[in-house]
């Protein structure tokens, strides 16, 4: 039939069962998904699921169209599929028959759940503070505000508590505008070895942090192409965690190094790893440290400011740029995080030269 031909040009899979729930017409898509001979078996071999039966009960009900989520285990993982039913009549022979078509919507899935997981984890960070700051602010309002010590006490922890709030959104505005920028691979030049000098005096006069504690290692110029205030915020925002996280009298290293040749296969690229002495962790938090909002020790990120949200922007940022960030740790021995960038066509040109 020139109709189940026509079956074949669809990307998913496309079943065609008869009024006897036998499959008579399937695409090539689906005969791929199945990975079995359909053609002459009954349906119901291959969809249990409650709630697709009931979408066809009602489907041939009604005769009209319907549609459900279901789930499949396929290579030991769940999919999630958009399962359609529409009758229609065949036009060669008046029969009657069903069209069901499946779609894969597990990124769709995917994306939903990270989207209420952000929506409750944003909730969740802001909830905190403005717990705190309205419980402040109804206490000071029902007192006779004569203790002055007491006063002074209170709103320190309510300007501490809106300091973070402010962090905490400023972040997302940035995350906001770092994703809505990804695909769009900077073209300014800029030399990585003076972003890292100026970011390190930065922190050093904000955070008051004794300079020997940083070792900044730019043995020659790299240029890069990249947006010069988010590499600013990907280094600053490295190098202040490894200053957060580990012991006040250790010391940081940093270090540019030049390679001709990536790890990734590209010719050419410079690799700024920043190396603490603090607690590390265990490795199995590496693939997860760049989520948003995830905290390896929840208590410890809070009192030292964080909002959960830092890495993540690394992350994209370091996309952005069509770099890479490696993670290593281990309890015990400190972490080393590295950003990896491909050198500007001017930079390898100069490196051809001088070899």
């Avoid at 709630?51 to 285990?73: D, F, H, M, P, V």
Wanted: glycine share 6%.
């Amino acid at each position: 039939m020139e109709f189940l031909e026509l079956t074949n040009a669809f990307p998913d899979p496309v079943l065609i069962v008869d009024r006897n729930m036998h499959i008579i017409g399937a695409n090539g898509a689906a005969k791929s998904w199945y990975n079995v001979d359909l053609i002459g078996q009954s349906l119901y071999a291959f969809v249990r699921q409650p709630n697709a039966l009931a979408c066809i009960r009602r489907a041939r009900e009604s005769g009209g169209s319907c549609e459900t989520r279901i789930s499949e285990l396929r290579h030991e993982a769940d999919t999630d599929l958009r399962f359609y039913v529409k009758p229609i009549k065949l036009h060669n022979n008046g029969a009657e028959v069903l069209l069901i078509t499946l779609l894969d919507v597990t990124d769709i899935s995917e994306a939903e759940l990270v989207r209420r997981d952000f929506v409750a984890n944003v909730s969740h960070e802001l909830r905190s503070p403005l717990t705190s700051l309205c419980g402040f602010i109804e206490t000071l309002k029902s007192s006779d505000l004569q203790n002055a010590e007491l006063c002074r006490r209170f709103l320190d922890i309510m300007d501490e508590e809106a300091k973070r709030m402010s962090r905490l959104i400023d972040d997302l505005l940035s995350l906001s505008k770092v994703e809505a920028q990804e695909r769009v691979r900077p073209s300014d030049m800029v030399c990585c070895s003076e972003l890292l000098q100026e970011t390190v005096d930065s922190i050093s006069r904000a955070e008051e942090v004794d300079t020997s504690r940083i070792c900044l290692q730019c043995p020659r110029e790299a240029l890069v192409y990249g947006d010069r205030e988010q590499l600013i915020q990907v280094f600053h925002n490295l190098i202040e965690n490894a200053l957060k996280y580990s012991p006040s009298d250790s010391r940081v290293d940093i270090a540019v190094k030049h390679s001709r040749m990536g790890n990734s296969g590209r010719r050419g690229e410079i690799r700024v790893e920043v190396r603490d002495r603090g607690t590390g962790f265990e490795a199995v938090h590496v693939p997860r440290i760049t989520e948003r909002f995830y905290r390896i020790d929840k208590h410890r990120s809070r009192q030292v400011g964080g909002t959960g949200l830092g890495l993540a922007i690394v992350k994209h940022i370091v996309n952005r740029h069509r770099g890479q960030l490696y993670i290593s740790s281990e309890p015990g021995s400190g972490s080393t995080f590295a950003v990896a960038l491909p050198l500007a066509e001017v930079q390898q040109q100069s490196d051809t030269l001088l070899s």
